[in-house]
């Protein structure tokens, strides 16, 4: 799975990145270790005046589907699995409809112990230093409690998807992130692209991701901590 991740670029770097044409959400800090249910900056496409539109926009990080009646499944929906992505209920029409990309400096795993012991953590992350592009799904809920025509009506929440993680990276955790090349991050975002059959075909062509995995220190696992020195490895 994909539980923790670090985005401590800014801006206009992201923007620059993936050809951001609009910005939509408030300012947010970096951060090396974003969890479940904060809000993060991801890439998607909207059709607006009869074209696709490329934006970079805050969302909650747990997918919340529109016919939820309450925003706690969201909790329970931060991971998407590639092998049945078109076919869950939850996120077949995001499938089809709502794709996104998650930009990441780099995820975090924990390796469980042959023997006894705490399970350890490992930071995975581009050899050349480059931000990765995690492939998503969003969804918007409306909120029951807030008038139709309010402004903050519709919450915006996404999903990371995950799959078999390669044999460089299965000995650590059995799951990873669908991790997107550069050269399918416009075929993702299409939102032309409908059909469940070629959603499949696309995610069934991208390649295994060469990360570096480190060892990190155990504090990444308080959300309450919060620094560059959790992505710094240790002996």
């Known amino acids: ?125 581009d050899l050349d230093g480059e931000p990765l592009a995690a492939a998503g799904l969003y969804e918007l809920w409306p909120d029951p409690a807030k008038d139709d025509g309010a402004d903050d009506r519709w919450l915006w929440t996404f999903t990371v998807i995950t799959t078999t993680a390669t044999d460089t990276l299965g000995h650590i955790h059995d799951r990873s992130p669908l991790l997107l090349p550069q050269d399918r991050w416009d075929d993702w975002l299409d939102p032309e692209l409908t059909d469940a059959g070629d959603v499949d075909a696309l995610i069934a062509s991208i390649p295994e991701p060469h990360l570096t995995p480190v060892k990190v220190g155990v504090a990444v696992g308080n959300v309450r901590n919060n620094s560059p020195a959790l992505v710094h490895p240790i002996e």
Not at 30 to 42: E, G, I, L, Y
Not at 98 to 117: C, F
Request: proline share 6%; net charge positive; charged share 30%.
């Open 1 to 125: 799975m994909c539980g923790r991740y670090a985005n401590a670029r800014r801006d206009q770097e992201l923007a620059d990145r993936f050809h951001i044409a609009e910005l939509i959400g408030g300012r947010l800090d970096p951060s090396w270790n974003v969890a479940p249910t904060q809000d993060v900056r991801a890439v998607l496409e909207r059709v607006e005046g009869g074209h696709a539109m490329r934006q970079l926009r805050t969302l909650r990080w747990g997918l919340v589907p529109s016919w939820a009646k309450d925003i706690k499944v969201g909790a329970r929906l931060i991971n998407a699995r590639a092998e049945t992505l078109t076919e869950k209920p939850a996120f077949r029409k995001a499938a089809s409809r709502r794709r996104l990309i998650v930009p990441m400096d780099g995820y975090y795993e924990w390796q469980a112990p042959e023997g006894k012991g705490r399970k350890q953590p490992y930071y995975l992350t």
